[in-house]
């Protein structure tokens, strides 16, 4: 039994074969879609615009050529530019001579779209400034504590001059970072901007994060501003109580003559109610949570 199953294999194999030698030689119809490429573009130019980036076409052939084509190395439908710059509107199929891989024996039936659209011009340079676009998400109790910073902070672009011309900036592409609990380095890529090059495709982002808590700061002197010649404005008290959130040691370096609430001389003149509220801008990367009094009692003097 087991002698009479390899000639039946065999058999079987062979069968295929030559079922598919027979159908592969007689002919069909295939459409295949495949990207458009501009070629004979002149030294120093570029693609600047295209109305689309891929064509359809329909072939007649024999079975193993079209099976190939499918099968075979990735195809480009070529156009050229005839070494021009400028705007240009042709039919594809009258650049069906320009693909050797549409040899005599495979005959073009259609190609969709049947026209074509395009643009060449002159490359440009530019230096434009890089923007961090990042999606930042921190661990519970962690926030950032510093700038965004990017190196290099610039890049030279180069593409057709009517695109970068319009471009003021390069974003990075969007990365997102999850859980973040300590400070960062870390390398990322530029956006992608159809037909335009970077000197430098990559660059660092760097940023600190810490451990956010809250700080009291006691006897925080109140400054008085703007007091004309012979008078003086006192203040009751004049210290204030003022609690900061921020990062643990941003909060850890400052002191309570870093902070500086103040109140002017003319929101004395102008107050009815016989007290005035202190002003106060809390440093960067940090929250004012509570400041007292947040009423002051004063007393005009004059000289």
């Keep these: 039994m087991k002698k009479k199953i390899l000639p039946v294999i065999l058999i079987t194999?062979?069968?295929?074969?030559?079922?598919?030698?027979?159908?592969?030689?007689e002919e069909y119809f295939a459409t295949i879609e495949m990207p458009l490429l501009i070629t004979d573009i002149p030294e120093g130019s570029a693609l600047a615009e295209i109305t689309r980036d891929k064509v359809a076409i329909s072939v007649k052939g024999v079975g193993w050529q079209l099976a190939g084509m499918s099968l075979g190395p990735d195809l480009e439908f070529k156009v050229s530019s005839k070494g021009k710059n400028g705007s240009q509107k042709i039919y594809l199929e009258s650049a069906a001579g320009q693909n050797s891989w549409l040899s005599s024996s495979i005959q073009l039936m259609e190609v969709k779209p049947d026209e074509?659209?395009?643009?060449?011009?002159k490359l440009a340079n530019k230096k434009v400034q890089v923007i961090p676009n990042i999606k930042l998400n921190y661990r519970p109790g962690y926030?950032?504590?510093s700038p965004i910073n990017v190196f290099p902070d610039s890049v030279m672009i180069t593409g057709p001059t009517s695109i970068v011309n319009e471009i003021q900036n390069i974003n990075t592409a969007i990365s997102s970072m999850d859980d973040?609990?300590?400070?960062?380095?870390?390398d990322v890529a530029l956006e992608h901007i159809e037909n335009v090059s970077y000197e430098n495709p990559v660059v660092k982002v760097e940023f600190e994060v810490q451990k956010i808590v809250d700080k009291v700061f006691e006897n925080v002197p109140i400054i008085v501003k703007n007091v004309p010649q012979f008078r003086e404005l006192k203040l009751f008290p004049e210290k204030a109580r003022i609690t900061l959130r921020g990062g643990i040691n941003l909060l850890g370096k400052m002191k309570a003559e870093d902070l500086k609430p103040y109140v002017t001389f003319k929101q004395a003149l102008s107050d009815t109610l016989g007290a005035i509220t202190p002003t106060f801008a809390p440093p960067e990367y940090t929250i004012l949570i509570d400041i007292k009094p947040n009423k002051l009692e004063y007393i005009i003097k004059k000289f």
């Design 143 to 145: 926030g950032l504590v």
């Design 180 to 186: 973040i609990n300590k400070s960062v380095s870390k």
């Design 13 to 25: 194999l062979f069968s295929i074969i030559l079922w598919g030698s027979v159908s592969l030689s």
């Design 116 to 121: 074509l659209e395009f643009k060449v011009e």
